[in-house]
């Protein structure tokens, strides 16, 4: 087996279709392989070693390193597989080696153009679509088309003097209905070069415009009963849902292109780089750059464009881009694309897809290896997303909890580099508010929460949340303003409906992406602060509830009360104690009081 940790490599590769390389110790590309699921395949070859034949065994061995690129589909995924193994002939590839090409549609440039496939791509001004890795799904469109449009199939030169000199006979084509006629002049060209239209449509997969004409002709049978004919349509339209677009990574309108695109986050960018040769790509690659400074994306693709045509060589013309670029230094006849739709842009989306999902494996590696930098950069996004100065790395979330005002609590949960530090958490019983008030019972326990931490001369947070809307923010504000801090630190409230986050002063909230970390984040907190204060909350409930029961009893006051709960813990038990037991805190005429309270006989 492969010496390098294939384990590791595996986590790193997707479940989606696309090709895998392998490289060996000299970094030499020595096996192509196409998947439907990247992970599946390129872990079959290290978990199923007894399967494998001995040629395979040795070539598992030589196995330094994996590169993958991901595409739409599987039969993206054999194009390019294909092309890739006929670019760099890897020593271990055998099947596809040879010179076999894949077929293309060709509208040849000629009078009454025939419509066909063909392997041999001949740049004599046709037309050519494809190719297609699936010869049956060609043969479908091919059949879809003739049956749609009746297209002479005949070589005969067609030319305005041949047909006009009656040079040629209709044949047995025209017979069937499979041709109208074009060498007798039966058909005009007007009508012919019309239906090629509706040709190209279809083979470009703008196929809307024709089948809502099916459509019409197929409700239009129906109606005069014609059922013959409706099938037909009905045949036609199926044929027409199952036709899959051209592909793309392969466009034959398109050639010696290269393709970039860029994904960056605070220390790391990754450039992918596309090689378009002859309408297919040949070569796919993703770097990855470091940043020095604060450098933008436009900066660090103009570095990364010349350094990698340099290394492979390219002398395009044409550079796919996703954004407007200058480059100094490179020949003036190139030329900058941003492409909005089309096939180049499908090349461009690409592009993107890999550029994406490579940096976001790269990052959950370096993450892994190194959780600071994953802290470091959560903490950047939090201040950048919250337009702070400093980083929150210590954070503190308020939480107030009562029923119909009943056993008012506050409590206080504190995040450190964000993670929870429990250690630090605390509850508050509230002292000064009676009813149900939120406000005033914000505003109580963050008073005593800061008023404490600068007594003791503690490190106040960078960063306060307040559960609650404008409210309750504006609660916590009256206080931070009294102890003189509020100007040392970021307090914002979180309100449950929407989400929204609220500033002091701000008349309008701040809405964060649904998926962005620093709302996670917050929402944990928030979250963690409702639980912590929840649980505080129910015991207090209980232990008060206790203690006003015990306390309707005649004869056992405050103190008994609080001595009672302190030996046996909770009512049920004292319910449940003997005599005995309960003799070593009641006297007798208190023993009496309770069992009589409890309907229970006296031992």
Not at 22 to 41: E, P
Not at 87 to 100: A, C, G, I, S, T
Not at 424 to 437: L, M
Request: aromatic letters at 8%; hydrophobic letters at 35%; charged letters at 30%.
């Amino acid at each position: 087996m492969s010496s390098f940790d294939y384990k590791a490599e595996l986590k790193r590769i997707p479940h989606k279709p696309g090709v895998y390389q392998y490289f060996d110790k000299d970094d030499v590309l020595i096996y192509v392989g196409k998947a439907k699921d990247l992970r599946n395949r390129v872990g079959s070859y290290f978990v199923n070693e007894r399967q494998l034949n001995s040629k395979t065994k040795v070539l598992v061995r030589k196995i330094q390193r994996i590169a993958f690129t991901i595409v739409d589909t599987e039969i993206d995924a054999w194009l390019l597989e294909n092309n890739l193994i006929k670019k760099h002939k890897p020593r271990y590839n055998v099947m596809l080696k040879d010179d076999k090409t894949y077929p293309w549609i060709v509208i040849k440039n000629e009078a009454y153009p025939r419509v066909f496939w063909t392997r041999n791509y001949v740049k004599d001004g046709s037309r050519y679509y494809g190719p297609y890795a699936s010869v049956g799904m060609m043969h479908i469109v091919l059949d879809t088309i003739r049956e749609l449009f009746p297209l002479r199939t005949c070589s005969l030169n067609l030319s305005p003097e041949n047909i006009a000199k009656g040079k040629y006979k209709v044949c047995l084509e025209y017979q069937i209905g499979n041709c109208k006629g074009p060498c007798e002049g039966l058909q005009k060209q007007e009508e012919y070069d019309r239906n090629l239209e509706s040709i190209k449509d279809i083979l470009n997969g703008k196929i809307g415009a024709v089948t809502s004409r099916l459509k019409e002709q197929l409700a239009e049978a129906i109606t005069a009963l014609n059922f013959e004919e409706a099938h037909l349509l009905k045949t036609k339209l199926d044929k027409l849902d199952n036709y899959q677009s051209k592909s793309t990574v392969v466009s034959s309108s398109i050639t010696n292109v290269d393709v970039f695109s860029i994904a960056s986050d605070e220390g790391y960018a990754f450039v992918n780089f596309l090689k378009v040769m002859n309408g297919v790509v040949i070569q796919t690659q993703t770097l990855e750059m470091k940043k020095r400074l604060d450098e933008s994306d436009e900066e660090l693709l103009a570095i990364a464009i010349p350094e990698i045509r340099n290394r492979y060589k390219s002398v395009s013309r044409e550079i796919i881009v996703p954004f407007e670029l200058e480059i100094d230094g490179l020949p003036s006849e190139i030329n900058f694309v941003v492409p909005k739709l089309g096939d180049k842009r499908k090349l461009l989306d690409l592009s993107l897809k890999n550029v994406a999902y490579f940096k976001k494996e790269r990052l959950l590696q370096y993450e892994k290896l190194n959780p600071e930098i994953k802290t470091e950069r959560l903490l950047s996004q939090m201040q950048k997303d919250l337009r702070m100065n400093v980083l929150p790395r210590h954070i503190e979330c308020f939480d107030n909890s009562n029923i119909q005002g009943n056993f008012p609590v506050s409590a206080i949960v504190v995040f450190k580099d964000g993670r929870p530090s429990k250690k630090d958490y605390r509850h508050f019983n509230v002292k000064t508010v009676e009813g149900p008030n939120d406000f005033a019972t914000m505003e109580e326990a963050v008073f005593r929460r800061y008023r404490r931490l600068l007594d003791e001369q503690q490190e106040l947070p960078q960063l306060i949340i307040i559960d609650g809307g404008k409210g309750q923010l504006g609660a916590a504000l009256k206080s931070l303003r009294l102890l003189g801090i509020e100007k040392q630190l970021t307090v914002i409230g979180i309100a449950k409906r929407l989400e929204e986050l609220y500033y002091p002063g701000d008349q309008y909230p701040l809405y964060l992406d649904k998926k962005s970390e620093t709302l996670r984040v917050i929402q944990h907190l928030r979250d963690e602060a409702h639980r912590f204060g929840i649980t505080f909350h129910r015991n207090q409930r209980s232990r008060k509830t206790f203690v006003s029961e015990l306390e309707n009893i005649p004869g056992i006051g405050k103190t008994t009360v609080e001595k009672l709960l302190k030996t046996f813990k909770s009512v049920k038990r004292i319910r449940e104690e003997s005599d005995d037991n309960l003799g070593q805190v009641l006297n007798t005429k208190q023993l009496k009081a309770l069992r009589s309270y409890f309907e229970m006989p006296i031992e």
